[in-house]
């Protein structure tokens, strides 16, 4: 079992940046790639970005990509979402999930565990 709690959520205006985080307890963090995703009034989940267990490879949906970057300390047990150049279109809750199943980092049935999600509001 892996317990995830996502933070760094809020408002923010049009072309500002906000810092997500999300704290990982229970099994090995290290054990485990990271994905973020995000689910805004009335949409289906979807994936945002992801990151391997080493940190080594990183990898973005279209619409975020040169915006967002995620990054994870291993000794600290956490993950981040750094998001710049914010727009009106990336308000939605934003969830972090620790993957346990083979298979594209972009299918959320590849993510065993997730938090509970931190909403994002960007105002424009």
């Known amino acids: 079992q892996v317990q995830l709690v996502e933070s760094g959520g809020g408002l923010v205006q049009a072309g500002g940046s906000l810092r997500l985080s999300c704290a990982a307890s229970g099994r090995t963090f290290s054990d485990y790639d990271m994905g973020w995703f995000r689910q805004a009034p009335g949409k289906e989940r979807e994936f945002v970005a992801a990151?391997?267990?080493?940190?080594?490879?990183?990898y973005y949906a279209d619409s975020v990509k040169g915006r967002f970057t995620t990054s994870r300390d291993n000794a600290k047990n956490t993950v981040y979402l750094q998001m710049n150049s914010l727009k009106p279109e990336d308000t939605a809750v934003y969830y972090c999930a620790a993957r346990t199943y083979a298979g594209s980092y972009r299918r959320l049935s590849n993510y065993a565990y997730w938090g509970q999600g931190t909403q994002v509001t960007v105002s424009s």
């Open positions: 990151i391997t267990w080493s940190g080594s490879s990183t």
